[in-house]
């Protein structure tokens, strides 16, 4: 361009549809980013409610969304800034289109790069199922038919199964109602007694329509579990199978989930 009359309207209306596709396009990465972000999360309790699957950690995910957000804030900002120049050269008749976009390839080049990134993280990040034998299941897991007390081994002590418990009652929003220290009143008696405390948690949410279906389920309800250490050293958590109080409670299938949630509790404080 030599003059400010080789400047058409067309040139103009064609500078702001490229502003506005930049826009689109820095609002577009903003909200992916933001989306995985929050995916690491949602991966972490769906872990939670998986007890046969190995947890990973997703923590990297905040960090590829964060990133995302910032190349989208970068192409809103310099998009306004390329526009401007662009507008600016177009009224003084300069040749601003002889030249790549900066913008255009520096946008690329970090999408390139963090989708690397990102493919492999997904790869080495996968949830994978746990193997055991079947030698090592048994001696993890017991489960008396009679009384239907599941009892599983836990790898940790006592204190920290229950901290563990805490944490997850707390992440899931369960109420925890009560912890009864056996072990500490027994002390307490002069009594000695290994570490036992018994987890008192639920969610009315949950239990009203158990009760309402069955008003005897409240002889088990809230629902409870065990930590206790055994002669041996080994630390146990034990509870009331969900099929056991189901039947036990002519409770309707379809309500089975609520109870069933202890058995996903109990084995991610194990682990």
Do not use: C
């Not at 030599?2 to 490229?18: F, H, I, W």
């Not at 970068?74 to 900066?102: E, N, P, T």
């Not at 990134?117 to 299941?137: D, E, G, H, K, V």
């Not at 599983?152 to 563990?164: F, G, I, K």
């Amino acid at each position: 361009m030599s003059g400010e009359s080789q400047a058409k309207p067309t040139d103009y209306l064609a500078v702001e549809r490229t502003f506005l596709a930049w826009i689109r396009t820095g609002i577009a990465l903003m909200g992916l980013g933001f989306v995985l972000a929050r995916f690491g999360l949602f991966l972490q309790e769906f872990n939670l409610n998986q007890p046969n699957v190995k947890s990973a950690h997703y923590g990297l995910s905040i960090w590829f969304g964060t990133t995302l957000i910032f190349v989208g804030v970068f192409a809103a900002v310099f998009s306004l800034i390329r526009y401007l120049r662009l507008m600016d050269h177009l009224r003084k008749g300069r040749d601003s289109f002889s030249h790549a976009s900066a913008l255009g390839i520096v946008v690329a080049a970090v999408l390139a790069v963090l989708g690397l990134a990102m493919s492999f993280y997904l790869i080495f990040t996968r949830p994978t199922p746990q193997t055991s034998n079947p030698q090592n299941q048994e001696n993890s897991m017991l489960s008396n038919p009679e009384n239907g007390i599941v009892r599983l081994e836990s790898h940790h002590t006592v204190e920290d199964t229950v901290t563990r418990l805490k944490g997850i009652l707390e992440a899931k929003g369960v109420k925890l109602f009560m912890v009864v220290d056996h072990s500490g009143e027994a002390e307490k008696a002069g009594l000695t007694m290994p570490p036992t405390k018994l987890l008192i948690f639920g969610n009315p949410k949950a239990g009203t329509p158990l009760m309402l279906a069955s008003p005897s389920a409240a002889l088990d309800l809230p629902l409870k579990i065990l930590v206790a250490e055994d002669a041996g050293g080994k630390t146990w958590i034990s509870y009331n199978a969900a099929a056991f109080l189901q039947a036990r409670h002519n409770l309707p299938a379809n309500l089975l989930p609520n109870i069933a949630v202890i058995e996903a509790l109990a084995s991610n404080a194990a682990q």
